[in-house]
């Protein structure tokens, strides 16, 4: 582990002081780039390709199986790869997709003052929502329609503190602005990642021919294409 942590964080590091510019990368970020989670298990894996009736996992397992998944590891990394997946198969099951958006919320609000599980679970319903919105289709009933997942996130961030992989997420999804929130966010995820190897490796790897961290320390310029 401390042999690739080393050049991971250099690369990093590389990224924030060359300050590359931005080129147009396809698809929806929280959607087109899987998050590497090591060893850690999440959703049986599925591609963008995904639909209802094909493979062996039934949607209607959908709410059950990520809630469990969420529950059982706090890692960040970890839940921002299986609502990835959970919304890959959401999308192809508007009963599966609204089920889970609402138990999340749910849960969420269920909490009782200020905990480390309280903005976990604030964090998983406002990076659905977002992650919803950047894969559901327009014309496609999508339950995350008029909710502010960003928001979300930003009060889990609140609750928790400092944390570095909360950052990460921010700055995925500020890729199209607010440009001072964004910021904000890549340069606390990029400290972290000096001490969290696996947030380093993410930051690390590519997305159309450039890191993660090559995307982030751009300047948000119309965001994606999807």
Known sequence: ???????????????????????????????????EIGQAKSLPWVDLNYQKGKGSYDPKNLTKDTLAIL???????????????????????????????????????GFDGESHSEAAAWFDVGYLTETYKQWFGKG?????????????VKKAIGLRGQDPEMEFA?????????????????????????????LAKNLASSLNRQTIAELLTSAPAGGFKK
């Open 140 to 152: 496609e009933p999508n339950p995350a329609s008029g909710l502010d997942g960003y928001a979300l």
């Open 1 to 35: 582990m401390k042999s690739c942590a080393f050049p991971c964080v250099a690369i990093v590091i590389a990224a924030i002081v060359v300050g590359l510019a931005t080129s147009a990368h396809a698809g929806p970020p929280l959607i087109c780039h899987a998050i």
């Open 170 to 198: 921010a700055a995925l999804i500020t890729l199209a602005g607010p440009e001072s929130d964004h910021r904000s966010h890549v340069q606390n995820a990029m400290m972290g990642a000096k001490s969290d190897p696996l």
């Open 71 to 109: 529950d059982a590891n706090p890692s960040v990394l970890l839940h921002m790869e299986t609502l990835r997946r959970a919304t890959l198969y959401a999308r192809q099951d508007s009963g599966a997709a609204k089920e889970l958006l609402t138990r999340l919320h749910a849960r969420a609000v």
